[in-house]
C-alpha cells in the first residue's frame, strides 16, 4: 500500500502490477496466501478496469472541450457587458423627423382648453396630459407627422367629449 501513495500519475496503474505472489508469501500467513492472492487479483482486475475508464472519459474530455476559457472576474465581466451596450448605442444612432413650427402651432393651437400637450423635439413625439385620464404619448418618428398630429387631436378631444360632453369642431375633422 505504500507504493499507491508515491504514484504521481491516478491514471498509472503500474503499481498494481509489482505486487506479485513473492510480496505475498513474505507478509501474509501461509494459510491465507490463497485468499490474498486471490483478492489482489480481483482487486488488480477492478483498479486496471477503472484507470482504463478514467483515461476513456480524459481523452473525450481533450477531444470535446479542446479549449478551456478564462475565468473571468465579475467587474471584467460587468466592464465588458457596459462596452458592449456603449458600442450597441453608438451603432444604432437614432435620427427623428422634424417638425415644423406651423405643425406645432396647429397642435397647440387645435387641443382643447384642458388639455396639455408637450411637444418633444428630442424624441419625436407628442405628450399629452389631461386631467382625469392616463397620459399618452403619440410618436411622430413612428408615425408620420401628418397622422400623429390627426391621432394627437382626436385623442384630445375625445378625453374633453368624454368630460364635458363638446366634440371636436367641424374644421378639425380629418
Known amino acids: 500500500m505504500m507504493k499507491r501513495a508515491l504514484v504521481a500519475n491516478p491514471l498509472d496503474a503500474s503499481y498494481v502490477d509489482d505486487l506479485s505472489d513473492e510480496h505475498v508469501s513474505d507478509v501474509v500467513l501461509l494459510g491465507d ?23 476513456q472519459v480524459a481523452r473525450l474530455v481533450e477531444t470535446h472541450y ?28 437614432r435620427v427623428y423627423a422634424r417638425l415644423l413650427s406651423e405643425d406645432k402651432s396647429l397642435v397647440e393651437d387645435a387641443m382643447p382648453c384642458v388639455c396639455r400637450v408637450l411637444v418633444d423635439e428630442f424624441n419625436g413625439r407628442f405628450r399629452m396630459y389631461y386631467p382625469g385620464f392616463k397620459d399618452r404619448s403619440i410618436s411622430w418618428s413612428k408615425r408620420s407627422v401628418k397622422v400623429a398630429i390627426q391621432e394627437a387631436l382626436t385623442q384630445a378631444w375625445d378625453w374633453h367629449f368624454a368630460v364635458t360632453g363638446v366634440r371636436m369642431p367641424a374644421h378639425l375633422t380629418f
Not at 467587474?75 to 444604432?92: F, N, Q, S, Y
Open 33 to 55: 496466501q490463497s485468499h490474498a492472492t486471490q483478492f489482489l487479483k480481483t482487486r488488480t482486475e477492478a483498479v486496471a478496469k477503472r484507470v482504463k475508464h478514467a483515461q
Open 66 to 93: 479542446p479549449t478551456i476559457l478564462p475565468a473571468v472576474t465579475k467587474a471584467e465581466a460587468k466592464a465588458a457587458a457596459k462596452k458592449a451596450d456603449a458600442d450597441l448605442a453608438r451603432e444604432k444612432s
